[in-house]
């Protein structure tokens, strides 16, 4: 599988309760209206299907695909979706899903992407922020770990498209 792990950073426990509570502040944060969870693929899938389930009030899933450019033609200022959500985006109270924030490069385009359709509202939440997101300009309303300054991989997360189904979170070698 390539590179070797070093430590486990969140077990499965630490994980189950944190989405536990995302959850429930999610639900209290949208009392009403149509509330569509949009996952940011693929680094988001698990994590999205656990935090759906602990959020206990109507809601919507869809998903986004957005291009992997290189670092040049994301400060150019676009990103370029593979998969734009079928679903209806205006009037919706948006949650953009995210797995991890490193330098929030690929949230702040995906933002202002999706401003642009008019959503009813549109929050982040991030299961990781390793806030040294120098370049993200909206704050995400909803933090799972404040992570350390590691790559980490597992519970959806990939290093080179590897480890992605382990249930844990874990720092590389
Ligand atoms: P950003 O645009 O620099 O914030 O990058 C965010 C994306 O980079 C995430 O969605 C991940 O796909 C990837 N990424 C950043 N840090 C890590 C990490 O520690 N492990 C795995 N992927 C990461
Ligand atoms: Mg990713």
């Known amino acids: ?15 189950a309760a944190k989405v536990a509570e995302l959850g429930q502040a999610i639900g209290k944060a949208y009392p009403d209206g149509d509330l569509l969870v949009l996952g940011l693929l693929k680094g988001s899938f698990i994590f999205l299907s656990d935090l759906v389930r602990q959020i206990h009030r109507p809601l919507q899933v869809d998903f986004l695909v957005a291009s992997s450019y290189g670092d040049n033609t994301f400060s150019s200022g676009n990103v370029r979706l593979l ?15 995210e797995d991890i924030v490193d330098t929030g490069r690929t949230l702040t385009r995906l933002m202002e992407l999706l401003k642009a359709r008019n959503p009813r509202s549109l929050e982040i939440c ?7 997101a120098t370049e993200l300009k909206y704050p995400v309303k909803f933090t799972g770990f404040d992570a350390p300054n590691e790559f980490l991989v597992g519970y959806g997360l990939d290093h080179a498209e590897n480890f992605r189904h382990i249930p844990y979170i874990a720092s590389l070698q």
């Open 1 to 15: 599988m390539g590179r070797a792990l070093k430590r486990v950073v969140y077990d499965e426990r630490d994980i």
């Open 126 to 132: 991030a299961l990781l922020h390793k806030h040294l």
């Open 83 to 97: 998969y734009d959500p079928e679903t209806e985006l205006e009037g919706k109270d948006i949650l953009l899903v």
